[in-house]
Nanobody, 125 residues
Framework: VQLQASGGGLVQSGGSLRLSCVGSGPIFARDVMSWFRQDTGKEREFVAAIIWRSGKKSYADSSQGRFTISRDAAENAVYLQMNSLRPEDTAVYYC???????????????????WGQGTQVTVSS
């Protein structure tokens, strides 16, 4: 599936942003949809994931309690609501699809088959 991410921007510390990721092809019940982020010079890191059918969610420690992942099956979309943003959240955010990983939420980027193009989030102090 082709994924299109949007919603990034420049926000002050403490502010909020909502990222969207729309799939142009089918997202299947057992797929896992995730958000990753990558700052300049750093490795791509896991942010949050949702199992498409069940809606079960997983979060990295850094995003737990501040970010919320959700999905809309009718829109074939996954969202990331980010609140209480910090300068260290600055990165390019990517959505990704892991095809039928057998109920496991992977946090390594190389486990994911499909990727969106990324959207820049910049948090100023």
């Amino acid at each position: 599936v082709q994924l299109q991410a949007s919603g990034g921007g420049l926000v002050q510390s403490g502010g909020s942003l909502r990222l969207s990721c729309v799939g142009s092809g089918p997202i299947f019940a057992r797929d896992v949809m995730s958000w990753f982020r990558q700052d300049t010079g750093k490795e791509r890191e896991f942010v949050a994931a949702i199992i498409w059918r069940s809606g079960k969610k997983s979060y990295a420690d850094s995003s737990q309690g501040r970010f919320t992942i959700s999905r809309d099956a009718a829109e074939n979309a996954v969202y990331l609501q980010m609140n209480s943003l910090r300068p260290e959240d600055t990165a390019v955010y990517y959505c990704a699809a892991d095809r039928d990983p057998g109920g496991v939420v992977h946090i390594r980027p190389d486990e994911y088959e499909d990727w969106g193009q990324g959207t820049q989030v910049t948090v100023s102090s």
